[in-house]
């Protein structure tokens, strides 16, 4: 009402601008890191686009311009033509965007309703919450993110969480939505969840960005792609229809990247960690291992494939002494590792790569080089009588920094501020080097570019034919499928069978039936009833 | 007045917003603000002194001049900061590992009981070298101390006792423990106090010296300030460069990392709060043989444990840090006793605290002034 009439303004009705979004010359610099050079990024209304790049090279740090956390140094930003300035996220959700962050920013001990209104000026005080669930549920219902308002955070699954996020910008008037790496979390199933609402709401007008190093999602759901590589864009918003796979990896990494490495025959050798009869209860007390029983000999790749959630976790902490046997035994070599100490496995060679990077595979404030001694600081030459050789500590995590690619200015930085990939890179870094006999490896390839992954699945290789065991913990099926000599598959902390992994292309029968054991059916049952079928 | 409205309407549309700070301040940014708070807390204290009728650059110059004025003073706020030195290295160990020692007080009083021990059973005749008696009176120091940092680090690591409670209590304790001794069997003469220590179980001064350096008659400075800085440049090492250290610092940033690692939290526990004891504690020793020469509850169980926890806290746990924060905090404290009305100085350092404490938030959140006009 205020607005004064502007002269000479003949147009009353502007036509739709072409883009929501419209980032134009950004430029971020941190110190030692150009982390965004000159990018510009285009957002049409009702699309999803896709942002893609190799760890480090800049996605998450444009997003965060968009959203307002962080200032570009230069560079504008238009949102529906007009141009703005962004000094906090809240001036961003003004705007109508709103970052969705790939860890959850929510109060575990209130409702969904609680968590959505939290931090509005209004309502300020809630005095009606009841009033404010059947809005939220209407909203829910209007883009097919069901979850009920009345349910506690920690009572929902991770996808349900993402959904109160979702919500919760939804509510703020988000019409802009930004997702880094949404899918990073999500167990398969829920990935689907996913993408069907993300194509519900852009059916409805709004527009979405999401970062994924996942190609196959990318070109399942993205109309268009922008590809970022070391902070400059290399593909600008072309449609993802046609797109190959190998093509995008290209754009990405500038080079071919090779999906399936080739495996090289390796004479199989003794059996390393035989795992007998495992049983175990998980955070809760309640039993996640009912009787485990796997081996893994020198020189192979033993996969163990299942849904998220049905004891994997649990079975790598307890062969890495994190987590108590309740039943059961395991041996290293012939020694007993269970219920002992986590020293005890760490010095007869064991390589543990936790699931969760940031809260367990390393201290966040710490440099670099605390990070990288972590599991080796009582040994000598690291640290003699109990002193710490800080100058040899530094010297070896720059080796690590040089033969793994850790994209870091100095290795006295704290891990906090390293890309999501780099950070994976330092725990592989300091697992892998120390050439161990056996290694558990959980979700080693999360969070990685389609370049590191290669890299990764390379190292994992290469100390299999250096005669190491080791455990691959994947929620990734091609990954095993590629990688395993074997797989055992995991269903309610039970294990429903073993195969045996060819070389050459999988045959889709063999899937089939992983995919059956993953869901519940003993190999067995499957083998009775296929025999009954040829029968 | 259409002026004056203008500007009222102009206020109006102008917020002050809080954010967190998301990328790293540059490096220069966290001292310059400490600098500033500090001549804020000066600014601020200055206007109370003059609201209640003083002249602000008098009391500072007096300030200054009753805890650094000449070398008599300079030794006087030394000694002061002897005690609170040890206790801030003994909270720092502990907040290091995030463990909340907040029994620093109780640590310090019962290392000086254990020190005075050695003294007042008489197991020792008093004439014994002071070769002997010192490192004793230090080993019973610093075990009394440490027996105190083990009772809540054994609640902790056995039963997950919140062990800010149960050390705060321990300080109760602690007095009615002293007091109990020096009123019943240690007392001197009815008094509540004990009979003055043999001259061989005093730490000695730089005063002791007076016959060949005539200048260093009078100073009361005592060898306390060579462990505190022994003691400091040790944890220095200790944290940052020894294996055990490392483990503290693990420990303290992320627990679950710890764990990963191989390191035992609950072990650790217990030692991280047996050494900050034992730091304490010896604090404690040093007290007494140094400067009290006796055991007496009010000069003992004077809050050093608690200015302690400040004075840890400033120097962001840093132990070399700790060495010059504390002798900020002695000075500050001499200078309450020397002048009058001795609120003054208290004032002030409880005003410099709010703002050092209050400047922190600047570290980690920025301050911004929006037009909520030109949003709309
Ligand atoms: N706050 C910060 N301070 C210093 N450097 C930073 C900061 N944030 C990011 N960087 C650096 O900027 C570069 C780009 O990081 P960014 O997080 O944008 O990468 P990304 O493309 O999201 O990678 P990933 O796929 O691994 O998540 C990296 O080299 C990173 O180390
Ligand atoms: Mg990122």
Known sequence: ?535 | MAEKTKLFTRIKFYRIRIEPRLSEPPAWYPPLISVGALILALILGGILIKLAGGDPIRSYAHIAKASFGNIGVISDTIVKATPILMTALACSIAFRMKLWNIGAEGQFIMGAFGASAIVLTKVLPPETSRWVFIPLMMLAGMAGGAIWGFIPGYLKAKFNVNEIISSLMLNYIAVAWVNFWIFAVWTEAGFQMSPKFPLNAWLPRLTDYAQNIPALSGLTTHMGLLFGILAAVILWLVVFRSCWGYEIRLIGDNPQAARYAGVNIAKNTLLVMMLSGALAGLGGMSEVSGMVHRLQTAPIAAGYGFTGIIVAWLSKLNPLAIIFVSILFGALILAGREIQPSGVPKMIQGIILVCLIASDFLLRYRVRIVNTAEEK
Not at chain 1, 75 to 102: C, E, L, Y
Not at chain 1, 149 to 162: F, T
Not at chain 1, 411 to 431: F, H, K
């Open chain 1, 1 to 535: 009402m205020a607005q004064p009439n502007l002269p000479n303004n003949p147009d009353p009705s502007p036509a739709q601008p072409p883009f929501v979004v419209e980032m134009r010359g950004i430029v971020k610099r941190f110190p030692g890191v150009l982390a965004n050079d000159h990018v510009d990024f285009e957002l049409r209304p009702g699309e999803i686009h896709a942002l893609l790049g190799e760890n480090g090279a800049g996605k998450s740090t444009l997003m965060n311009v968009l959203a307002g956390l962080y200032r570009q140094d230069s560079g504008v930003i238009k949102i529906n033509g007009v141009p703005v300035t962004f000094s906090s996220p809240r001036d961003a959700i003004n705007a109508g965007i709103g970052m969705i962050h790939q860890h959850f920013m929510l109060v575990p001990s209130q409702t969904v309703t609680e968590n959505i209104l939290l931090g509005l000026d209004n309502p300020r005080f809630i005095l009606n919450l009841s009033r404010y669930d059947s809005k939220i549920a209407e909203l829910g219902k209007q883009f097919g993110l069901e979850v009920d308002p009345r349910a506690k955070i920690w009572q929902l699954s991770v996808g349900e969480q993402q959904r109160v996020e979702i919500l919760k910008m939804l509510y703020r008037g988000a019409n802009v939505l930004i997702m880094d790496e949404p899918t990073a979390v999500l167990a398969p199933q829920e990935i689907e969840g996913l993408f069907s609402i993300l194509r519900s709401m852009t059916a409805q007008g709004k527009s979405i960005i999401f970062i994924s190093h996942k190609l196959n999602e990318i070109t399942a759901i993205a109309d268009r792609v922008t590809v970022l590589r070391r902070g400059k864009v290399t593909a600008a918003g072309q449609p993802a229809r046609g797109l190959t796979r190998q093509q995008l990896a290209n754009l990405m990494v500038g080079r071919d990247v090779i999906f399936n490495l080739e495996k090289k025959p390796v004479q199989r050798g003794e059996v390393v960690l035989d795992i007998q009869d495992v049983h175990a209860d998980n955070d809760k007390g309640l039993p996640a291992l009912r009787g485990v029983s796997i081996n893994v000999c020198a020189g192979e790749i033993v996969g163990l494939a299942g849904v998220a959630g049905n004891g994997q976790r649990e079975l790598s902490q307890v062969i890495t002494g994190l987590r108590k046997c309740k039943q059961g035994r395991i041996y290293l070599n012939g020694e007993t590792v269970s219920n002992r100490s986590v020293i005890f496995g760490i010095q007869r060679g064991m390589a543990y790569i936790p699931e969760d990077r940031t809260h367990v595979g390393t201290a966040p404030n710490l440099s670099v080089t605390d990070n990288v001694i972590m599991r080796k600081y009582r040994q000598s030459p690291i640290s003699q009588y109990g002193l710490l050789n800080m100058p040899l500590a530094v010297k070896y995590a720059n080796e690590l920094k040089q033969a793994y690619d850790i994209i870091v200015p100095h290795v006295s930085t704290p891990v906090r501020l390293l890309s999501g990939g780099n950070l994976q890179r330092v725990i592989l870094a300091r697992e892998i080097s120390g050439q161990p006999q056996f290694m558990v490896a959980v979700q080693p390839t999360r969070g990685l570019d389609v370049g590191a992954i290669e890299g990764v699945h390379r190292l994992l290789l290469a100390q299999r034919e250096a005669g190491a065991a080791i455990l691959l913990i994947s929620e990734e099926l091609e990954e095993l499928l590629s990688l395993s000599d074997r797989i055992y598959v995991i269903y309610e902390g039970k294990i429903m069978g073993e195969v045996k992994i060819e070389p050459g292309e999988p045959d889709p029968g063999l899937i089939e039936t992983i995919g059956l054991m993953m869901t519940g059916t003993p190999l067995e049952q499957i083998e009775q009833q296929g025999v009954r079928v040829h029968g």
